[in-house]
């Protein structure tokens, strides 16, 4: 059974930096892909980052561009989203997703909170 454990989130001031961790455990294939979603209060599910297991190539929603990095360690079968000049606006419960393949299925972490506070 896939597990997926994020870690890094908490309250903190605007301008600070995070780093959130997801531990992806009880893989019985290689990932295609794993990622990262947030969903501030009143609004949906939104994608952040991804990144490909094997290749290592990323991709970023436009709001997070240059302020947010993804990154993977395969041994440790974990990714992690550096987050940099955090701003009021990126409070949300931040979501890991392991893709086992282009076409699914997803998997789901249960979010760790991050809040900025002005």
């Known amino acids: 059974q896939v597990q997926l454990v994020e870690a890094g989130g908490g309250l903190v001031q605007a301008g600070d930096s995070l780093r959130l961790s997801c531990a992806a455990s009880?893989?019985?294939?290689?990932?295609?892909?794993m990622g990262w979603f947030r969903q501030a209060p009143g609004k949906e599910r939104e994608f952040v980052a991804s990144i490909h297991w094997v290749f290592g190539s990323t991709n970023y929603a436009d709001s997070v561009k240059g302020r947010f990095t993804i990154s993977r360690d395969n041994a440790k079968k974990t990714v992690y989203l550096q987050i940099l000049s955090l701003k009021p606006d990126d409070t949300a419960v931040y979501f890991c997703?392991?893709?086992?393949?282009?076409?699914?299925?997803?998997?789901w972490g249960q979010g760790t909170q991050v809040t900025v506070s002005s």
């Open positions: 997703a392991l893709d086992q393949s282009p076409t699914g299925p997803k998997y």
């Open positions: 009880g893989l019985t294939f290689r990932p295609y892909a």
